[in-house]
């Protein structure tokens, strides 16, 4: 059983920065390429980026390019989102997810299996 935290919400002002952190318990987090996604209310979830099980490759949705960073650690089997210059609607629960080991990263959300229970970040205008 694969189980992931996340960490590092809460309350920001606009332009502003905080870091989640996805930490696995368990097995190493090393074979998984990890996502995160966000879901704001009244809205869909939607992916934010992708890393590879290395961290030699991501991938970012538009709306976050040149603003968040994800990264990993796998010797702390932790992965990092750095999010910076926040906007009031980066508003949302955000969520990191693993995919199964070996599977390439992906921007869809069914394409994850395990599931961190969310943390709230909160921008304010």
């Known amino acids: 059983q694969v189980q992931l935290v996340e960490s590092g919400g809460g309350l920001v002002q606009a332009g502003g920065s905080l870091r989640l952190s996805c930490a696995k318990s368990g097995s190493t987090l090393s074979r998984n390429v990890v996502g995160w996604f966000r879901q704001a209310p009244g809205k869909e979830r939607e992916f934010v980026t992708h890393i590879s099980r290395s961290g030699g490759s991501t991938y970012y949705a538009d709306s976050v390019k040149g603003r968040f960073t994800i990264s990993r650690d796998n010797a702390k089997n932790t992965v990092y989102l750095q999010m910076n210059s926040l906007k009031p609607e980066d508003t949302a629960v955000y969520y990191c997810?693993?995919?199964?080991?070996?599977?390439?990263?992906?921007?869809?959300?069914?394409?994850?299996?395990?599931w961190g229970q969310g943390t709230q970040v909160t921008v304010s205008s």
């Open positions: 997810a693993a995919r199964r080991p070996g599977l390439p990263g992906s921007t869809i959300e069914y394409g994850y299996d395990y």
